[in-house]
């Protein structure tokens, strides 16, 4: 496939005019060249260099200045150990744990630097620019250590990039030949190596970055398309992005053919065709691989490649996102017309997936300036990026539940080193990105958040001011004089026909494009001022697969309200550097004990009334019913912190409300009381709780049925669990019926547990079997439960495990 399409990108003409810059092509990335390299007037559309724009009085900027302490906060020689451990150098300072000392070394340094260099465009903070200098030149020593262009953190990296140099890979859904996804780790600092020179200007960064890159050339050149496709069953992160920007920036073809190799044919060519296939797989995977997507089909040209991105942000979008602008359960898009996982489960939307999201949708964008886009970005960017961040002391969050009653926790600068953290910090140094956007002397207005604008390329300053979300309105103000269009979003949540504009306190009857944006084009003149007036209504948006269940909106704003089912409780929201300290596994409240909203018809946004005094702050006289006392308000979810809370709602008529409870309640009893009596339980086949269980393995593979994840091996497999106090006594195992005949053993602590043949008795196709765990099997704590497949066999397929009280 690689020669083929490699073919058709240089037919294309990429590079015909020489190395174009990667800041040329990208508004976004232009801050390292001071502006002067962003595009001017052409077809593409581009964002402002990040160093552009600069925030005014808003939760924005305070977020963006709460991420700046937390940056601040970290040790770069701690971030920095593990590639120095893998260069051979000497330790400055020991590696951070968590994450970052359990397979996954490294990772966070490459998200830091990313982080450093947006927030030194964002701020221009001298010691922000300071530390991204210090953090290259430190990584540049272990890079000449290493001597062939590699820089990483990957524990026993050296031994392992030489097997897959040689073509003995064994990849699954999380791992390349035992390594926690190496690739994906890898390309955090690829990232951040870019972003140090497109953001910060840092030239050494480029030139280790292409070093780096001919390095993984060098290493996949021996790699057949079919060993190069198996390898990228595991996460990889957005390699073929970075390659294609490396392609970009350098205008060399070796680049963006590896690009397209690093481009998963998998999961490409079912978009292709139109078909949504994501049911089942984990969700943060996909998405920057889709990233990748659509950056070479831009820089190609590539129309099938660009239509293939397009469905999949529509499907996602559509049909498999909730009201913050979030997808996925427990990391994995499930069945996109069942959403009872969302409800049930407490590890709700990743906020991963939205940072990745966003990024797509600014590619989006660029190409096709749609205020669906703009609608989408602004939901996700209120309700889910900025209600991420612990405001004040900071911290991150990573699953955000949509079950009723149930909370969040948040990161500690020197303990938690998730994904989510990583990206975190990125996410709140660049809010500045996606405001404005321009094309020739168009100037698009986004989002409607306090900011100023230097337009250099038309000698134009724009100031946007307001108290938006608490006040309906913003106000515009032009320095300079110049004739242009100014694009102002009519977002999706103003009725048609609401939206106001003045000129110098004049109305304006602005045309409305197919686009969604009112076009106001005149000879500005300093000074002018528009005010838009943006009337926000309550309204109701209903769970996506048509459940009794409701999310309250005003405007863009999610609504919650903060729950207390167990008056008296303590619960702790900040995380600890357990390795699953990332979920929220305080007590879950019985969904029967939910909030419901009772009316006798779903029609009932009419009912909220605002709170005197109180911004954006809401009460439904007589339409929530609780168990709780007083009364419920409701305010915008990323007000919501350090509380139990709900956001969607279940809903009853008052007939019915009686039957509703009973059936919660009997449809809960029996998970709540299997979920009571377990102590530990791993998803077989899913990367995270397989990763947190220290999953080993020989021969193993993984896979998908009838939207079950499995995991099977032929020579053997293995988890660690946790039994602080000693109380296991079952081991509970699903199999399938499918899988009759398949003979292995279970060892607990490399003690035989039980000699298992697969059998096709069973009344259902999946089935769980209990073995009792011998008294004195696990004093010490922790059981490694080990599944070896007999000769001639398989050891599984295993679909949960659980160890029982």
Known sequence: MAAGAAATVASHGVFADGATTLAAQQGTRAAA????????????????????????????????????????????????????????????????????????????????????ALMCAATGDREVLKRLNYFVAELKRCQQANGDGYIGGVPGGASAWREIAQGKLQADNFSVNGKWVPWYNLHKTYAGLRDAYTYAGNQEARAMLIALCDWTLDLTSHLTEEQMQAMLRAEHGGMNEVLADVAQMTGQQKYMDL??????????????????????????????????????????????????????????????????????????????????????????????????????????????????????????????????????????????????????????????????????????????????????????????????????????????????????????????NKTFTMKIRYPEWVAQGALRIT????????????????????????????????????????????????????????????????????????????????????????????????????????????????????????????????????VPFFRVHDARYVVYWPYSTPGDLARRRAQAAQDEKERLALDAQTIDQVAPGEQQPESDHFFKAEGADAGINKGKHWRHATSWFSYDLTDKKGEARILRLTYSKLDAGRRFDILINDKLLAEVRLDASAAQELYTRDYAIPPGAVATGKLVVKFVARDGSVAGGLYGLRLLR
């Open 503 to 634: 000129v110098n306190g004049k109305p304006v009857a602005a045309a409305i494009g197919a686009d969604r944006y009112l076009n106001v084009r005149r000879p500005w003149r300093d000074g002018d001022k528009v005010v838009v007036y943006l009337p926000m209504t309550t309204r109701l948006e209903q769970m996506p697969d048509k459940s009794a269940y409701y999310a309250v909106l005003h405007g863009p704003m999610v609504l919650a309200a903060k729950t207390n089912p167990f008056p008296g409780e303590q619960l702790n929201y900040l995380a600890d550097d357990s390795r699953m300290g990332h979920i929220a596994s305080g007590p879950v409240c019985p969904l029967e004990q939910a909030p419901v909203l009772v009316s006798d018809s779903p029609a009932f946004a009419g009912r909220f009334r605002p709170v005197p005094g109180r911004p954006l702050t809401f009460a439904a006289p007589g339409l929530v019913q609780s168990p709780g006392a007083g009364p419920t308000t409701f």
């Open 259 to 480: 690009a397209i190799r690093f481009s998963h044919q998998a999961i490409l060519q079912p978009l292709e065709d139109g078909k949504d296939q994501l049911t089942g797989l984990h969700a943060n995977t996909q998405i920057p691989k889709v990233i990748g997507f659509k950056r070479i089909g831009d820089v190609t040209s590539r129309r099938d490649w660009q239509r293939a991105v397009a469905f999949f942000w529509q499907t996602v979008h559509d049909h498999r996102t909730v009201a913050i602008g979030g997808n996925s359960v427990k990391e994995h898009f499930h069945d996109d017309k069942d959403f009872s996982s969302m409800i049930e489960e407490v590890e709700g939307p990743e906020t991963c997936n939205t940072y990745n999201m966003l990024k797509l949708t600014e590619l989006l964008f660029t190409g096709d300036a749609k205020g669906s886009y703009a609608d989408y970005y602004e939901r996700a960017l209120y309700n889910h990026i900025l209600s991420s961040q612990r405001p004040g002391s900071g911290g991150f969050v990573y699953f955000t539940p949509m079950r009723p009653n149930h909370y969040r926790v948040y990161s500690q600068p020197q303990k938690a080193m998730w994904c989510c953290v990583g990206s975190g910090l990125e996410s709140h140094a660049k809010y500045g990105e996606f405001i404005y956007a321009h094309r020739g002397d168009s100037l698009y207005v986004n989002l409607f958040i306090p900011s100023t604008l230097d337009w250099r390329e038309q000698g134009v300053q724009i100031r946007q001011s307001n108290r938006f979300p608490d006040e309906d309105s913003s106000t515009i103000t032009v320095k300079g």
């Open 33 to 116: 060249l001071g502006g002067g390299a962003a595009a001017h007037e052409s077809a593409q559309i581009a964002l402002f260099p990040l160093n552009a724009v600069r925030l005014g009085p808003s939760p924005f900027l305070e977020a963006q200045q709460t991420d700046l302490r937390y940056i601040l906060s970290l040790d770069a020689d701690r971030l920095l150990a593990p590639f120095m451990r893998e260069a051979g150098l000497p330790l400055k300072q020991p590696t951070y744990g968590n994450w970052e000392s359990s397979g996954l070394d490294g990772h966070m340094g490459g998200h830091y630097l990313s982080a450093l």
